[in-house]
């Protein structure tokens, strides 16, 4: 019985060391929830891609390139012909007779471009076929003073885009904006330097003064002119 007491108060002690769990307030368990609860995704980024710039790097590639997702324009089924591109500016260099075409992409899957070239009511001319990423093409062997008519083609697996028939092409005179695939462009005549001007001035001008020194040479035959009567010596006083 001895060892009772002795017994009874080492169990007090061991029961006494044992930490009490106590219960987190309110605040607690929110702010723990707070932090167990994930952040909101970053918000999107989009792609580096410009529809309208000369050899674009196809979106689906910067994609995959990029250290981080970024999203790319909605396109079309592949399944489908492409949307018509959209005709951009058109500079005309008169000095060489040549232009140069700009255009940006449709949005839709584009496996190549080719340019249509009309003069007037004349046949249409059919370019090469360009590269899916080129925007731009120059044009050369243009009449000086003549009138086209250009037009933009996208195509892929599926078909080609759409062109306007000959005289719908919807623009409302040369060298309008155009919005659609086509465009007119109108080649201005070759410019003419300041020597060929004064040359040209200079040669009529001498022309000119020959007609009128035969001219009057002719009347001056043909109908004579009154001589004045010699003037006869005086005798010497």
Do not use: I
Not at 13 to 42: C, H, I, M, N, W
Not at 76 to 93: D, I, T, Y
Not at 178 to 194: K, N
Request: proline residues 14%; charged residues 15%; neutral net charge.
């Amino acid at each position: 019985m001895l060892g009772s007491p002795c017994l009874l108060w080492l169990l007090a002690v061991t029961f006494s060391l044992v930490p009490t769990t106590r219960p987190l307030a309110p605040q607690a368990l929110k702010e723990e929830e707070e932090d167990e609860t994930p952040g909101p995704p970053p918000p999107a980024v989009l792609c580096d891609y410009d529809s309208c710039r000369h050899l674009q790097v196809p979106c689906r590639e910067l994609q995959r390139a990029g250290p981080k997702a970024c999203l790319c324009p909605g396109l079309s089924s592949p399944a489908q012909p492409p949307a018509p591109p959209r005709l951009g500016e058109v500079h005309v260099v008169a000095e060489d007779s040549s232009a140069v075409v700009h255009w940006c992409a449709p949005s839709s899957p584009v496996h190549q471009y080719w340019l249509l070239l009309r003069e007037g009511s004349g046949a249409t001319q059919k370019g090469p076929p360009l590269n899916s990423t080129v925007r731009q093409a120059e044009l050369k062997g243009l009449k000086p003073g003549g009138v086209y008519v250009v037009c933009v083609v996208a195509a892929n697996g599926a078909g080609e885009s759409s062109v306007p028939p000959a005289g719908a092409e919807g623009l409302e005179g040369v060298g309008g904006p155009a919005f659609g695939p086509c465009g007119r462009l109108a080649v201005p005549p070759r410019p003419v330097t300041l020597v060929h001007t004064a040359v040209g001035v200079g040669t009529v001008l001498a022309l000119l003064t020959c007609s009128a020194l035969v001219w009057h040479f002719c009347l001056r035959e043909r109908w004579g002119c009154p001589h004045r009567p010699a003037s006869q010596p005086t005798a010497g006083l």
